[in-house]
């Protein structure tokens, strides 16, 4: 049996694309996903598991289930405006809930983590393209929950 990943944010845009890369090169990608704002019709290469990352218990008895060996982690609210407006739930999905994978991990004992952040870490730039060097200088609640 080829090896399990699991995809935070699978029933999204970019995971999704994530999971079909994976299922082409012969990994088993299982989405874990809230539908928040992912869609369930968009998980086709892997199984799927509904679940809040805020939920070690549940991230756990997953990452058990499924013999996970390594995570891609998509799953965040990503709307700067509605950052800005309500920054507190951004912290609490964004920035908790990756606190809470961390510790599934480690109560798991994986240590593979593909972490996606976003250019909003960056501010505005000085120049393009933006290198992974440049000064990171978010200007709001989602480019700081993504540092």
């Known amino acids: 049996m080829s090896q399990s990943i699991l995809v935070t944010g ?42 809040d990352l805020r939920d070690t218990a549940g991230l756990v008895v997953t990452l058990a289930d499924y013999n996970i060996k390594g995570i891609m982690h998509f799953a ?18 964004n920035v908790a809930g990756t606190l809470a994978l961390l510790e ?14 976003t250019c909003a870490v960056y501010g505005i730039p000085d120049q393009l393209p933006i290198a992974e060097t440049t000064a990171k200088a978010p200007l709001n609640p989602y480019g700081e929950t993504k540092f």
Request: with cysteine; net charge positive; glycine share 10%.
């Open 10 to 51: 699978g029933a999204g845009y970019v995971g999704s694309h994530a999971c079909k890369a994976l299922a082409e090169a012969g990994y088993r990608p299982v989405v874990y996903d809230n539908l928040s704002r992912g869609h369930r019709e968009a998980v086709r290469w892997g199984p799927f598991v509904e679940g």
């Open 76 to 93: 965040a609210l990503a709307y700067v405006g509605e950052s800005v407006k309500d920054p507190e739930v951004y912290y609490r999905n």
């Open 104 to 117: 599934a991990m480690r109560q798991s004992a994986i240590s593979i983590l593909v972490f996606s952040s």
